[in-house]
Every structure is written in C-alpha cells, then in structure tokens.
C-alpha cells in the first residue's frame, strides 16, 4: 500500500491517499513496455525522405560518345548513378513505419507505466485543479507551487478541460491529456504525473487507462 500526500493549488498538503499499486496492474513487464514505447516511436516516424532515380534526374538518355576508338573508359547515360548529377541506385520512396501490437498489451502497458510512476515516488496529487480562464500564469504558478517549476510533467485531468489546456500549452517540460488519453509513452517520457484526485479515482475505477492508448496506437 502507498501513501500519497494531497495537496492544493497552493503546494499545501491538505490530506492523504492511500492506493495499492496491484488495483493498476498486477506486476511490471520491461520487455513489453520497451515494446510498446519502440511502437509509438515508430508510429511517430515520419516517412516522407524521397530521392531521384536515374530515371527521374534531368538529362538525356543518349550514350555519352562512342564505346570504342576514344581512349577513354566505355560510358553510357550521364543520369546513371556512377556520375555526378546522376540518379540514385536504390532511391529512397516513401514509407510508413507504423505499425500495432495487440490493444490488450497497449492497455497493460499503460497501466504498468502508471504503477511504476507510483513505485518510483513519480506522482503528485491534487485535491482540485481548475482554471476559470485561459491563463498560463496560473498554471506555471501551481507548479512552482508544488517544486515542479524545472520538471517535466505530465498533467491528467477527469476529463478534457480546454481552460487547462489552453493554460498550459505554452509552458515547454507540461503535457496536459485527460485520463481516457494516457499512454505508456507520455507516462513515461515525462518525469513526473501530475493528478488530481478525482482523476485518480477514475483510474482506479477503470474508466480512464483502461481504454487509453487505443487513439494513439
């Protein structure tokens, strides 16, 4: 079981939550979260490098001279690959990475990544977090509030707030998802979960990683 401090907007601890971190997964599999990160990286790749036959390239298609009484060695087309200005051998098309694992391991992935975040003292709690108005101010000051001002972090709402994500967008280390969003990736490439109670009991219900992970596959 693990205690976790409540705290406010304020940096202020208001109480504490205790969690089992088996109600989120049942053990840690580093294999399969390896898996799951190496998908999302690929699916992430963009694929659009393009280079130039030697069919593509400008210029004539006509024997350069003759193949024999110049003295020079035998040559064909100045677009072959061998010259300068000359297409390439293998030239690279288009491609697309992406590719899917089983959604049942993505959902496990998911659930093990908020564990270990629990596990290694990863996670902040809140009692409440709410924005009246988009004001990035706001937002950077509940931060440094909390001693999360130079820190990554990954801030999950109940559900989609635009006053919250319209406050944080321009603070550069903050990625703002509600919890019907969260994924392996995002959990573990940012250093530290951001939470609010009502998230966490959503969590911990089943209703928000349970799904996630499947838009962003």
């Known amino acids: 079981m693990i205690s976790l401090k409540v705290r406010n907007a304020a940096g202020q601890e208001v109480g504490t939550y205790e969690i089992d971190p088996e109600e989120l997964a ?21 694929g659009t490098v393009r280079t130039k036959s030697r069919g593509e390239v400008a210029g004539s298609t006509k024997k350069m001279y003759r193949q024999k009484g110049t003295g020079r060695a035998r040559a064909g087309a100045k677009r072959t690959p061998v010259r300068r200005g000359g297409g390439h051998a293998f030239a690279k098309r288009p491609k697309d990475w992406g590719y899917r694992l089983p959604k049942k391991a ?19 709690l809140l009692d409440d977090f709410r924005v009246e108005q988009p004001k990035t101010k706001v937002v950077a000051g509940t931060l440094k509030a909390l001693g999360l001002g130079e820190t990554s972090c990954l801030l999950a709402t109940p559900e989609y707030d635009s006053n919250v994500w319209l406050s944080s967008r321009n603070i550069e280390k903050l990625r703002v998802s509600p919890v019907s969003d969260l994924n392996a990736y995002d959990l573990l490439r940012q250093r530290q979960l951001v939470l609010t109670r009502s998230a966490l009991d959503r969590l911990r219900a089943g209703n928000g990683a349970n799904a996630a992970g499947e838009a962003k596959e």
């Open 26 to 46: 049942p053990a840690i599999n580093k294999q399969l979260l390896h898996d799951v990160v190496v998908m999302y990286e690929a699916n992430r790749r963009v």
């Open 106 to 124: 993505v959902r496990l992935a998911t659930r093990m990544a908020l564990r270990s975040k629990f596990e290694d003292d990863q996670v902040t």
